[in-house]
């Protein structure tokens, strides 16, 4: 796939309650916000980029990317951002990463399209070994069709959230990667501090 025909999308809505009620996309990695380091590793995979996020809109906008906001403000989770993704994406596909696992592989994107493009899947989602390596779902590290647009506005119209029940409702490919490290998110300040280390 011609990578001009992705969009990276940065999810950076939440609500960060397990850091306290802080902004995560905002809190310093190896003296830059974790956000910005997201962008900067999924900037060469993709053609362009976006970036959801629900509170502070400037300094997220000074990233340098476009900025969206959920279309509704409860904090419905990340698929609310990947619909934010969606409904400015221009391209006919969209790659979502979150914007705390900042070691993402750097083939992530390269390795989802080619996954997709094998199986004609409409989403192609990452997987990775969990501690006792078992290969856990990577859910919001995804490629999907754009035109997926209108079944996600349906789906979290009528009450859905989770990730894998939306995923579910269509062909969807894993793409196993070996290295569990690259997916590690920081929820809390604790868990930063032990990426910083």
Not at 14 to 43: F, I
Not at 142 to 153: D, E, F, G, I, K
Not at 181 to 192: K, Q, R, S, V
Request: proline share 6%; glycine share 8%; aromatic share 6%.
């Amino acid at each position: 796939m011609d990578l001009h025909s992705i969009t990276g999308l940065v999810l950076a809505g939440g609500q960060g309650t397990r850091m306290g009620g802080l902004d995560k996309g905002l809190q310093s990695y190896r003296g830059q916000p974790l956000a910005q380091h997201a962008l900067q590793r999924l900037q060469p995979q993709v053609g362009s980029l976006l970036l959801s996020a629900n509170r502070h809109l400037d300094a997220y906008a000074a990233f340098g990317v476009p900025v969206w906001p959920d279309a509704d403000s409860d904090f419905a989770g990340p698929l609310a951002g990947l619909l934010a993704g969606l409904n400015h994406c221009t391209t006919p596909y969209l790659a979502s990463v979150p914007c705390d696992a900042p070691l993402f592989p750097t083939d992530l994107v390269a390795r989802l399209a080619a996954a997709r493009s094998a199986a004609d899947a409409d989403i192609a989602m990452a997987s990775a070994p969990d501690t006792h390596g078992v290969q856990r779902t990577q859910p919001v590290f995804c490629l999907l069709r754009t035109s997926l647009q209108t079944n996600l506005a349906q789906f979290l119209a009528a009450g859905g959230r989770k990730v894998g029940l939306w995923t579910a409702l269509h062909h969807t490919v894993l793409v196993p990667f070996a290295d569990s490290a690259a997916f590690f998110n920081a929820n809390t300040l604790a868990e930063l501090h032990s990426l910083d280390q």
